[in-house]
């Protein structure tokens, strides 16, 4: 036989195992034109122009996030959008997850997570997943990805839980992941598989289009899962010379986390239960917990509305639930004589539906409250009497004046809730009903749970703040504002005033945000209930 021919047939056979064995054609001999440095080289071998002008190609796991397991993010994906018994399956299934390869324990947990659930539904990838996103992000490697310009991410989690994150975030051009498979709009777990040759042509038309012989074309992965990813082989004639900036495992943990103040974008909302991060260990604590708090959640609700306020305060925080009082109003009661029998108008902002019971705790007294939606059953325990607000401002001004000349009243002008050190607008209604106005400044720190949603059953806001086995409320009581609408001031203006002094006393930043704004972000309607 010709040798020629002979080495035609070798090379054909050759590329033939190649293909059996996953490895794409070409991968073997681009390699070798591979140049791999370690990325702090990345600002010495490039100018901050040059980078600018500059396509990144990174790995979401590998180049920005700090942890190692794939498994908390799927945990919040099944306990907030499955429920607890998804999640308690998940958790059950992860011993085999580990025993099995990677792609396959992957797929598994794919299938625990997604299976069943309704694709428009789906939300949590822009409402729970980025605030875990954000505090597991590398200070290190958040820096390497924003130094360029253009920005393509590679993720192993289905797209539909980072591109979110990314897109909203951190300003990435296009996120490259598995799409999930859906019948009749409904999730079947199961992960859409594109060949190598589809891929490759996806991130050169639509992600590079007209870039397609651009030379300043750079990756950024971990040294052990880049070859893996097969991060280049899929645009590799696309990069001339191609340049890949590592990082290995040791590096990464000794990553530090990304300070708040360095975030590119705010977070302010944020939606879900979990108020933790769900490593297994973590969940396995959780799991067991549940039983004995919500018996303990039961008993609180019981001290609460039997006991006096001398009893029932030092044994609520004996079970865990306390509270911290700081008074800082100074200046003396001096209403006039004609309004003695008037009470008091305490403006707070909004933190949960515990904020009135917390204030009538903090001043040993009952107080009146006053919200826009509350459940049956949140009503029938409360300890304090509240009414409902119409959203009809004529007449929810008659019901506050009238409430204010029967006892001392809350309101919380801010309409919903903030978890983030922010303050929402405050509505400046509560400024036209009341000469003397006290403001208080509230912050509640939970140790499991949150105890407020936006897409959640609202009945079950106090049982979860209460299941937690640590809640603290730290209450501060401000200065009087007295004779508050003869100050020649407007409502809006007493009203700004009022939140620039809470938000200065918890070192928050006060917005211009709404209710409206948060649940059209968080559930996709406008909150009305």
Request: one cysteine or more; aromatic letters at 12%; glycine letters at 8%.
């Amino acid at each position: 036989m010709d040798r020629k021919v002979l080495q035609q047939h070798i090379f054909l056979l050759y590329k033939f195992v190649l293909k059996l064995l996953g490895y794409p054609q070409g991968h073997h001999w681009r390699n070798k034109s591979l140049k791999y440095m370690r990325y702090e080289s990345m600002a010495d071998n490039h100018t901050s122009e040059e980078l600018l002008n500059t396509t990144l190609v990174f790995e979401v796991e590998g180049g920005l996030l700090r942890s190692t397991s794939l498994f908390p993010y799927f945990m919040l994906v099944a306990f907030e959008g499955g429920g607890v018994l998804r999640g308690l399956v998940l958790f059950l299934s992860y011993p085999l997850v580990c025993l099995v390869s990677k792609e396959m324990g992957l797929k598994i947990m794919v299938f625990i997570c997604f299976f069943g659930v309704k694709k428009g539904s789906f939300v949590i990838g822009r409402t729970v997943l980025p605030k875990f996103f954000m505090e597991d992000l590398g200070f290190e490697g958040f820096e390497v990805v924003m130094r360029c310009g253009r920005k393509v991410g590679l993720s192993e989690l289905p797209r539909v839980m980072v591109e979110g994150y990314l897109r909203d975030y951190l300003g990435v051009d296009c996120v490259f992941g598995r799409d999930l498979k859906v019948v009749c709009g409904y999730f079947v777990g199961l992960m859409e598989e594109l060949p190598p040759r589809s891929r490759s042509s996806f991130l050169m038309n639509d992600v590079f289009g007209e870039r397609k012989g651009d030379n300043n074309l750079i990756g950024f992965g971990c040294s052990k899962k880049i070859l893996d990813h097969q991060l280049f082989s899929l645009c590799k004639s696309v990069f001339i010379p191609q340049e890949i900036y590592m990082v290995t495992e040791a590096e990464k943990r000794r990553w530090k986390a990304l300070p708040r103040e360095k975030y590119p974008k705010p977070l302010i909302f944020h939606d879900g239960r979990i108020a933790f991060m769900p490593t297994f260990l973590r969940t396995l604590t959780m799991i067991m917990w549940i039983p004995f708090g919500f018996m303990l959640s039961v008993l609180r609700i019981l001290i609460a509305i039997s006991f006096p306020y001398t009893m029932s305060i030092p044994v609520l925080s004996f079970t865990g639930m306390g509270g911290r009082r700081y008074i800082h109003s100074t200046t003396k009661n001096t209403r006039k004589k004609e309004k003695k029998d008037r009470g008091t108008l305490y403006v707070c902002n909004h933190r949960t539906l515990l904020d009135p019971i917390y204030i009538s705790l903090a001043i040993m007294k009952p107080v009146t409250t006053v919200t826009y939606s509350l459940s049956p059953l949140s009503e029938f325990l409360s300890p304090i009497k509240t009414f409902h607000l119409s959203r009809n401002k004529e007449k929810d001004s008659k019901m506050m004046d009238s409430l204010l000349s029967q006892s001392d009243l809350v309101v919380c002008p801010e309409g919903t809730t903030c978890r983030e050190p922010y303050l929402l607008r405050f509505s400046p209604l509560f400024a036209e009903i009341s000469d003397e106005i006290i403001p208080v400044a509230l912050d509640a720190k939970v140790s499991m749970f949150y105890g407020t949603t936006a897409s959640g059953l609202k009945f079950l806001d106090p049982v979860f703040f209460l299941l937690n086995p640590i809640g603290i409320y730290h209450i501060m009581i401000l200065e009087n504002l007295l004779n508050a609408n003869v100050n020649r001031e407007s409502s809006i203006e007493t009203a700004n005033r009022v939140q620039k002094q809470i938000a200065d006393a918890l070192g928050f930043q006060c917005t211009n945000l709404t209710r409206r704004d948060k649940y059209m972000i968080l559930a996709g309607n406008e909150g009305v209930v």
